[in-house]
Structures are given as structure tokens and as C-alpha cells.
């Protein structure tokens, strides 16, 4: 079984993941403001299922690639610091958009587009089979037990982390987006806040003991 402090550094990272802006929050935002709640959670069931494809499709691959290739998580690791970095300047870049800055006006959808859309824009999200691929191996030890089952409780600890967040945000939407329209120097302290604790944590990943396999 994953070590508790082990599964708490990841619920940060995967927390991390979900607040930082990319096409599942732009979209849920945008259709949340636009269309309601109720479109916004059909979208985020949508949204869900999309991370169920990926946790499958990466945790079978991982196991593979992991106990195959010797280097494989030396390689996996570097890619994980190097997105937390890219990350990092994304939250921070000039012209760089916070979550709920969002203001795209969406034509009004029915349930099954909502749910598809939110499906293939959660599959074709590269962010998110990024974070698997990279992220995953860091948490992973023989030590820990069958990993395939470490691959799978990551993955749905991860789902579960991003979809409370994003329900919580999707009954909140229009609210705190009018919100930082009144207070617009918040959005530049969140986008700081958010690339210093993403900088921070991919210090600690590279400072971190290697991962035998």
C-alpha cells in the first residue's frame, strides 16, 4: 500500500493539476457560466469518464513500460519536473488567462453533447496523459505492493481529488468569475501563488531519492 505522506504529496500534485487552467477548465467554466449548472455537471460527468480512459490506458502501459525498460523512470521523472516548470511560467507568462477569466460564449447544448464534449476534451487533453506518464512513476514502488493496483489507486485518488474540484467550481462559476472581474489584482496573486507552489514541488521531486524498479 502507497505510504500515507507519499499519497498526500500526490493529492497536491493532482490538486495542482486541476486548478491550473487548460481545456477541461476553460470549457466546464465557460459552459457553467453560459448554460447553467446543470450543464456544467453534465459536461464534468463527461469530463470524468475521460479520466477513466486514462487511467486505464496509463496504468496497463506503465506497468509494461516500468518493469521493461530500466531507465524508464529516470526518463519519466525528468518529464515530470519539466512540466511542473512549464506549468509554472504558463500560470505567470504575459497574457497568461486565470481559470475563471474565461468570457467564451457557447451556443446552449443538449445533455448528450454536453457529456461528449466534455468526454473528447478530456481524452484529447495532453495534459492529462502528461500526468500520468510522468507524475505516476514517482509514486510507485515494488516495495508498495502490485503495480498495476498502485497504478489504479493513484489514478482514482486523482479522479476523485478532480472531481470535487470541479464540482465545487462548477456551482461556483459565474459567481467567482463575476467576483474577480470586481477584483482583478487577486487573479495576479492566485497565478503566482500557483507557480510558486508548482516550482516548489518540482524541487522536491528532483531533490528526490531515485526510484529503484
Not at 491550473?20 to 449548472?37: A, D, E, F, H
Not at 500560470?91 to 477569466?101: I, L, R, T
Not at 478530456?122 to 497504478?151: H, T
Not at 476523485?160 to 470586481?182: G, K, P, Q, Y
Request: aromatic content about 14%; charged content about 10%.
Amino acid at each position: 500500500m502507497i505510504p500515507v505522506q507519499q499519497l498526500s504529496l500526490f493529492v497536491l500534485a493532482a490538486f495542482l493539476m486541476v486548478i491550473t487552467p487548460g481545456p477541461n477548465m476553460i470549457y466546464l467554466v465557460s459552459r457553467s457560466v453560459t448554460q447553467g449548472k446543470k450543464a456544467g455537471l453534465i459536461s464534468l460527468a463527461g469530463v470524468a469518464c475521460g479520466f477513466l480512459f486514462h487511467i486505464i490506458l496509463v496504468s496497463f502501459g506503465l506497468t509494461a513500460v516500468l518493469m521493461a525498460i530500466p531507465y524508464a523512470y529516470t526518463v519519466l521523472k525528468t518529464a515530470g519536473i519539466l512540466y511542473l516548470l512549464y506549468l509554472a511560467w504558463e500560470a505567470v507568462k504575459p497574457g497568461s488567462k486565470s481559470v475563471f477569466e474565461t468570457r467564451q460564449a457557447l451556443q446552449a447544448d443538449g445533455p448528450f453533447k454536453l457529456f461528449g464534449m466534455g468526454f473528447f476534451t478530456n481524452v484529447l487533453n495532453p495534459k492529462v496523459a502528461v500526468f500520468y506518464l510522468s507524475f505516476f512513476p514517482q509514486f510507485i514502488r515494488p516495495a508498495y505492493g502490485d503495480v498495476l493496483s498502485q497504478s489504479l489507486v493513484l489514478g482514482f485518488t486523482q479522479l476523485m481529488v478532480s472531481f470535487s474540484v470541479n464540482f465545487i467550481i462548477v456551482l461556483l462559476a459565474a459567481r467567482v468569475t463575476r467576483w474577480f472581474a470586481v477584483h482583478p489584482k487577486w487573479i495576479r496573486l492566485q497565478k503566482w501563488l500557483m507557480a510558486g507552489v508548482l516550482s516548489g514541488l518540482a524541487v522536491k521531486m528532483a531533490l528526490a531519492k531515485g526510484n529503484k524498479m
